[in-house]
């Protein structure tokens, strides 16, 4: 079994360039993926075997342009083949992952599921619960829709067991109205963030909305903190016996993100707001900033607060002086993975096939095609997206490496022990020393 943690960020770079290249071009006819001949095999005639297939997902929010594209392709491919039915189990990250958790224990998974890169699949490719997807991504040439490189964080042993819906970084989304209101600039360092968040606060507007009830959130931030002080590959040095989580630049990690708690930052009750709720905070114009990745785009590009070129987008900053901008959190995306023991693996694997085709052209007619991990040579401009999308696809130009997520790269043990953990900071202030404490016992713990 080869082991991602280990894997460099250089495919992922490649990948992430690819998206900022092909996006602005000013190919209008290029090409998004075609459905010609997608559906193949068993599942691919209008008299094919009669087959229920669960599609689980993540996209329960009907304001997000995804939420209607898969009903969209689902829809297509229904009438296509009318003995085939789609039954979408749609529900937010978290609940998803826990859900996916208990059917893997009783080798119950879907028929398509989401699983998460690296270290986070690898326990249910372990487990052999999954299809390889070798052969069927080779049909109707769906493996070269795929930027360069991005597969290999769903590839284990040779066997690709995933297919990925996007590949993204991690950017601040700021109000450009709330910030005029406070008398706010964009700020260039962390510590301007802090005090930008004060001036917010003291003006009544909330500076930062956060789904931290699901806690990979706060992790995402923290870890563009860590990126900061640090540099990349902290928890590569960590996981080769290099580092421990007692060095200075968790430490000072921890400290600055606790600043930005400190000061009200965060809506009240941050941990009770989940992923959807708390981006829509932001996309109700009731936040001033947002910290995501650039899958987010897609629902703040749509939504109302977006109206007249509203928001505007900034590179996370320097914090205490350290760091480069141009280093990002990278996020190599959630994907599709098919269980082994479908009773209509074949017609599955025709579905996915057809979807994944599908996905970059649906993606991109309803605005939410910035950060696919499939390549668009499709003018987004002309096509009517708001300059904050072109800002952050040309963010994606500026991609100078950077780390991905905490729980994409350490084991589960020690990923659910550090959640906790950053959660733990939204409700009471800490020493550094402490947490960095908690995270050593657990890795050691996890790595008997």
């Not at 301007?192 to 789904?211: C, H, S, Y």
């Amino acid at each position: 079994m080869a082991n991602k943690t280990t894997k460099t960020l250089s495919v992922l770079m490649a990948g992430a360039l690819a998206v900022g290249l092909t996006a602005c071009g000013g190919n209008n006819g290029g090409n998004t993926g075609t459905n010609e001949g997608a559906s193949g095999g068993n599942g691919g005639d209008k008299g094919g075997e009669k087959a229920t297939i669960t599609f689980q997902n993540i996209y329960p929010d009907s304001s997000d342009p995804k939420y209607q594209m898969i009903r969209t392709i689902v829809a297509n491919y229904e009438k296509d083949h009318p003995n085939v039915k789609i039954e979408l189990d749609s529900l937010n990250t978290d609940q998803q992952k826990l859900k996916l958790k208990t059917q893997a224990a009783s080798k119950e998974v879907p028929d398509i599921t989401i699983v998460n890169p690296a270290a986070q699949m690898q326990p249910f490719v372990e487990a052999d619960l999954f299809a390889p997807l070798n052969e069927m991504v080779e049909k109707n040439g769906l493996k070269d829709t795929f930027q360069e490189g991005i597969l290999d964080y769903y590839t284990f042993d040779g066997n690709l067991y995933a297919l990925p819906d996007g590949n993204n970084i991690g950017l601040v989304y700021y109000n450009k109205a709330l910030f005029k209101q406070a008398g706010v600039e964009v700020p260039t360092t962390f510590e301007g963030m802090v005090e930008a968040a004060k001036t917010l606060k003291a003006a009544g507007i909330t500076p930062i909305a956060i789904g931290e009830k699901d806690s990979w959130t706060g992790s995402f931030l923290f870890m563009n903190v860590l990126l900061r002080t640090n540099g990349p590959g902290f928890l590569q040095d960590v996981a080769d016996g290099n580092k421990t989580f007692n060095d200075p630049a968790f430490a000072e990690a921890v400290d600055a993100f606790q600043s930005l708690v400190q000061v009200g930052a965060f809506q009240e009750g941050a941990t009770s707001f989940d992923y959807n709720a708390g981006e829509n905070l932001f996309k109700t114009g009731k936040a001033a900033m947002y910290y995501m990745g650039s899958w987010a785009t897609g629902g703040i590009e749509t939504s109302e607060v977006n109206k007249d070129d509203n928001i505007g987008v900034f590179k996370f900053p320097t914090v205490n002086g350290k760091g480069n901008p141009d280093e990002f959190m990278l996020a190599p995306g959630s994907a599709f993975a098919v269980s082994k023991n479908s009773k209509h693996l074949d017609v599955t694997l025709d579905f996915l096939n057809y979807f994944m085709q599908n996905y970059p052209i649906e993606a991109f007619k309803v605005k939410g095609a910035v950060g696919v991990a499939q390549t668009i040579e499709e003018d987004f401009a002309a096509a009517g997206y708001s300059n904050m999308a072109i800002q952050v696809l040309d963010l994606f130009k500026d991609v100078k490496g950077g780390d991905i997520s905490f729980d994409n790269t350490m084991n589960p043990g020690t990923s659910q022990v550090h959640l906790t953990s950053i959660q733990n900071l939204f409700v009471s202030k800490k020493d550094a020393a402490d947490v960095a404490k908690e995270h050593q016992k657990a890795f050691e713990e996890n790595n008997k």
